[in-house]
């Protein structure tokens, strides 16, 4: 039987004894975790979900709820193909050869990343959007700029509420006011 001995310990060496070198070890770096902001494919949240929760990875995906016009309140997501990813940067790797993750958002070299601070402020906005609901700001008779298309640029006053993501403006146009229907994608609102 061959017995292996620390060789700071030499008056106990013997022949059946093989003198061995035995290193302290070396201190453990602890990284400290952070938020890490992240792009995700937006088609594949419910793959992108498991595979996190599959690797222990914590994760928050800011939600809003918003009151359209006629219509129950809905939850949207709000930043879209954005998650927010809890982890140390020894795991930045990992993290990057999830699937579901397109890329994790750096600046040069460095790895960009949110305080708990304001993920805490998120998810505050989160629950009181959920007992109040956010509305659209469009209401009758409220100017709105055209942002796209022939008449960019142009002042209209909103007659109808949205219904199908279209509304009536009223347009100055050629000295009288005229009643047109557009999209609610082409206005932007002061």
Known sequence: MVELVDTRDLKSLDRNIVPVQVRPRAPQRVMKKKWLICLYKTNEFKRLERNLLNQNFDYYLPKITIKKFNSKPKEEVLFPGYIFIYTSLDNYATLQHTIGIKNIIKFGNNISFIS??????????????????????????????????????????????PSRERVNVLLSFLGSMRRVNISMKNLTFS
């Open 116 to 161: 708990n601070e304001e993920i805490i402020s998120m998810q505050e906005i989160e629950d009181t959007s959920k007992i109040a609901p956010v509305a659209r700001q469009i209401q009758i008779g409220k100017n709105a700029f055209i942002s796209r298309g022939s008449l960019k640029g142009s002042i209209v006053k909103i007659c109808s509420l």
